[in-house]
Nanobody
């Protein structure tokens, strides 16, 4: 089993930045990729960005491609999501997911999920 713990959410003004972290523990040998998803009230969960652990290739949704960045700490089991130029529409609960997905943007492919962290972008 793998446990995922997110941190770094909070309230930020439009145009601001936040850094989310997802720390994995347990049987981390079962992880080949980590992705971030988000869910706003009344909306379906949507893909944000993902990273493959072997090789470090990444994939992002078009809505965040020029504003967000994903990285994995070298030699560690933490994946970070750096968010810049935040907009009110980025407001959501952000979840990290890990496992051996067929696709980084397919939530049904991920076995392990964190509890979520709230990001609120408001003046």
């Amino acid at each position: 089993q793998v446990q995922l713990v997110e941190s770094g959410g909070g309230l930020v003004q439009p145009g601001g930045s936040l850094r989310l972290s997802c720390a994995a523990s347990g049987d981390v040998s079962d992880i080949r990729a980590t992705s971030w998803f988000r869910q706003a009230p009344g909306k379906v969960r949507e893909f944000v960005m993902g990273i493959n652990w072997p090789g470090g290739s990444t994939y992002s949704d078009d809505s965040v491609q020029d504003r967000f960045a994903i990285s994995r700490d070298n030699g560690k089991t933490t994946v970070n999501l750096q968010m810049h130029s935040l907009k009110p529409e980025d407001t959501a609960v952000y979840y990290c997911a890990a496992g051996r997905p067929g696709r980084l943007d397919a939530p049904e492919d991920f076995r392990y999920w964190g509890q979520g962290t709230q990001v609120t972008v408001s003046a």
